[in-house]
């Protein structure tokens, strides 16, 4: 009954253009322990990625590795990434007898929600990738999630993969039961004066951290320029040259996390070539630094979401020169209190300005940006008609949107009505 009234709620849901979460919540109301139900028979067992940042495309990555060593593998493509999303996703995968005919699940988990998945099913492996301040008025402070995601892992059954270089997950290493493999993902040393940008300083504890000495099992970043790098697992064992499709520093280190739990997960049957084909063949997700062909010209669109996430954003992406529309909205995907803007600086916009702000919050980005004399040229509060006049009046102008969550949605869904782009979800079966 549940699966039935599930299918019913996705095409009714997927008729009015409605959200990815929706069919999920009728089934939770019909049967609490639905997922425990679909879940129980996966040989390859359940793997959680969760962090602040780079969930949905680190769980793209993951997937893709997998499924190119022949693994058939069920994930929650949507990034919708609450347990209801997760239900939501499974539905179009379910027979009616409720059945999930996969070899495992990767699925990316909010923080929070990811405790929730493990009190109704235990994950056999946990990817943790990072912590940092977002949607203060869910998470509170950052140690409060650093504690939710200890108490992930002290569920896990299998095997725990965390962070070398965050201290706030490699900590997590002394909560991890005994009987489950820990391993790590991180940077060459070589590298490592450029994490500020990435992560939240560690500012909890009196003591000096030293993190472990990586191991031949643990995954670290070793760029070779801007663009190509490779994983290095010991001396003499690495994955790539690669390029990937999304640019930055962040990209590359989603991809080493991707990577090292492929290996954890794959053990003796991972093949080095084999992930490397697979990661340079992976598209950015949704709104991750997307490019979309508009009108001949590329349309950029990227999530920001917390300083951490906006500076690194304007670090990858904000020193070429296009045109700029930033949209933020403070709904409760993206976090009610906007304060986390004046954590950012907006110098590298000075030069061209912006265009455009819009959303709930278009004149508090107007003010922000003010601030650090960022000219706007126009505020316009409606995101469709903001959008409307960006693609007017710069048609033939190369073009950015800097965008939380919900405002990232909504103008996706309508950048795919004009341009016959792929809905959300599609993209994991192209």
């Not at 869910?138 to 965390?162: N, S």
Request: net charge negative; proline share 5%.
């Amino acid at each position: 009954m549940a699966v039935a009234a599930g299918k019913m709620a996705r095409v009714a849901s997927r008729m009015r253009g409605g959200g990815s979460a929706m069919p999920g919540l009728v089934v939770e109301k019909l049967d609490p322990r639905f997922l425990s139900h679909a879940l129980a028979d996966l040989a390859g067992g359940v793997v959680v990625v969760t962090g602040t940042n780079g969930k949905t495309t680190t769980t793209k990555m993951l997937v893709a590795i997998l499924r190119e060593h022949g693994l058939t593998v069920f994930t929650n493509p949507t990034g919708s990434n609450f347990t209801r999303g997760v239900i939501s996703a499974m539905l179009s995968e379910l027979s009616l007898s409720g059945r999930l005919k996969a070899d495992l699940a990767v699925l990316e988990l909010d923080e929070a929600h990811a405790l929730k998945f493990a009190a109704e099913v235990r994950p056999t492996h946990s990817l943790l990738l990072n912590v940092a301040r977002d949607q203060l008025d869910r998470f509170a402070e950052i140690d409060h999630t650093a504690r939710l995601l200890g108490e992930l892992a002290a569920q896990t059954t299998t095997g725990v993969v965390l962070n070398l270089n965050d201290s706030f997950v490699s900590r997590i290493a002394g909560r991890v039961p005994d009987g489950v493999l820990v391993t790590y993902f991180g940077v060459d040393p070589s590298i490592a004066d450029r994490l500020p940008e990435l992560q939240e300083a560690d500012v909890r504890f009196e003591d000096d951290f030293t993190p472990p000495e990586p191991t031949d099992a643990d995954g670290l970043l070793k760029p070779h320029d801007e663009r190509s790098f490779e994983v290095r697992f010991g001396a003499a064992d690495q994955v790539g040259p690669m390029v990937l499709n999304q640019r930055g520093l962040a990209a590359m280190i989603n991809a080493t996390a991707a990577t090292s739990t492929a290996r954890a997960l794959l053990g003796s049957e991972f093949r080095n070539a084999t992930a490397v084909a697979a990661l340079e063949r992976v598209q950015p997700p949704f709104g991750r630094g997307e490019i979309i062909n508009a009108d001949g010209q590329p349309l950029e669109l990227v999530l920001v979401k917390n300083p951490a996430g906006f500076t690194v954003a304007l670090s990858t992406y904000g020193n070429t020169p296009v045109t700029t529309m930033v949209a933020i909205n403070d709904d409760y995907a993206d976090g009610r209190d906007v304060s986390w803007l004046y954590d950012v600086s907006f110098e590298s916009l000075q030069g061209r300005g912006v265009a455009l702000t819009s959303g709930v919050r278009a004149y508090d980005m107007a003010l922000r940006l003010q601030y650090d004399d960022v000219a706007v040229a126009q505020v316009e509060p409606d995101l469709e008609a903001a959008l409307e006049r960006f693609l007017a009046t710069y048609k033939n102008e190369p073009k950015r949107i800097f965008c939380t969550y919900t405002a990232m949605m909504a103008l996706r869904r309508n950048l795919a009505g004009r341009y016959g782009l792929p809905n959300f979800g599609e993209e994991a079966r192209l």
